[in-house]
């Protein structure tokens, strides 16, 4: 007599409970690593999720398709195991460990690439100590494998953006210290007359730290839920065109710079508040601010730029072409 054969939804729970862990991050979002990757966090559902890639895996190892039911039932199954596992921090795109002294940076490629970066240099990691997750806009970083002439890369850098040469040591340290996560971060200012190429600076000082997909940019976020929203896309947030800067504003990023609680709805919830403590490096570009207040300007760091001359001004298109070739 034959074995009644189990069905296909739990042999399909049977195999996504072994290859896969799951948990909630500091920020209440759920999350989960497979077994052979256990430094990539991936959301439990979606296309691209947990279950989407463990379902490809099963199909890859057995030639079987787990059905919508036996998808929808291990989603279901691993949310609520991840909401009662222990809180695990997990980065976006880079991490700073005070411990070791350490940076760790993921470079967004297919790979799965991480560096780590410390007083001596950085060398590729296999297994590094920490969890990234990964967003849709996030690009692969391009980054030189042969040695680099460090004053050839600085003299890159003074020639494609219109910023003073007693202000580069700032605009290194203001690159350095985005990277890392935990610390109390300054609110740059970018401004200058019209025409001085504040956008254009700071999307491409941005893209040599933490790429994206998409041109940044975009309006003030009106309100905690949009700013965690827009904190999720990137690891530095730009603010273009920012205006003059009201006491709520002010307040507001304040609160962004150096640490302070946003309280949205909790994920699979509708009532129950989740509070973050949210600090990200804000990158605001301006022509005229107006009287910045005392708690907002002591957070500020400003970077005046030079004024272009018309004659030597290249076009956007070239600009840009010279940007991507210098990056690596």
């Known amino acids: 007599q034959r074995e009644p054969q189990q069905p296909q939804a739990g042999r399909f729970l049977d195999f996504v409970i072994g290859k896969c862990e799951v948990f909630p991050a500091i920020d209440g979002r ?21 279950v989407s890639e463990l379902a490809l895996k099963l199909h890859a190892e057995f030639l079987e398709w787990p059905a919508t039911k036996s998808r929808t039932e291990a989603v279901d199954y691993l ?7 222990p809180v695990r921090p997990v980065a976006l795109r880079s991490t700073w460990s005070s411990d070791s002294c350490e940076l760790w940076l993921d470079l967004g490629d297919s790979d799965g690439t ?20 990964r967003v849709p806009t996030m690009a692969s970083m391009d980054i030189s494998l042969e040695s680099v002439d460090r004053a050839e890369a600085l003299r890159l850098l003074r020639s494609l953006v219109p910023v003073q040469d007693v202000d580069i040591p700032v605009l290194l340290a203001l690159l350095l210290v985005a990277w890392c996560d935990g610390v109390a971060q300054p609110i740059v200012l970018w401004s200058g007359p019209r ?40 690891r530095v947030v730009l603010v273009d065109n920012a205006g003059h800067i009201t ?31 949210l600090i990200i490096p804000v990158w605001l570009t ?7 207040l005392e708690d907002f300007a002591s957070r500020v760091v400003k970077m005046e730029l030079t ?6 001004r290249l076009a956007e298109t070239e600009l840009v072409r010279r940007q991507k070739e210098a990056a690596p």
């Open 195 to 234: 025409d001085s190429g504040k956008t254009m600076t700071a999307r491409f000082l941005l893209s040599l730290i933490d790429p994206t997909t998409h041109n940044r940019g975009g309006g003030f976020p009106p309100n905690d839920p949009a700013w965690k929203a827009r904190a999720n896309t990137a």
């Open 79 to 85: 949310t609520v195991r991840a909401a009662h596992a």
């Open 114 to 133: 991480v560096i780590a970066v410390n007083s001596t240099g950085w060398e590729k990691v296999q297994g590094p100590p920490v969890v990234f997750r």
């Open 30 to 50: 759920l999350y989960g690593v497979l077994s052979g990757q256990p430094h990539r966090a991936l959301p439990i559902g979606g296309a691209t999720g947990l």
């Open 247 to 277: 006491r709520t504003m002010s307040d507001t990023l304040c609160r962004v710079s150096t640490g302070g609680e946003m309280t949205t709805k909790a994920l699979y919830t509708d009532d129950t508040p989740h509070v973050a403590d």
């Open 307 to 312: 004024p272009v001359d018309p004659e030597v």
């Open 286 to 292: 301006t022509v005229d601010t107006g009287v910045l």
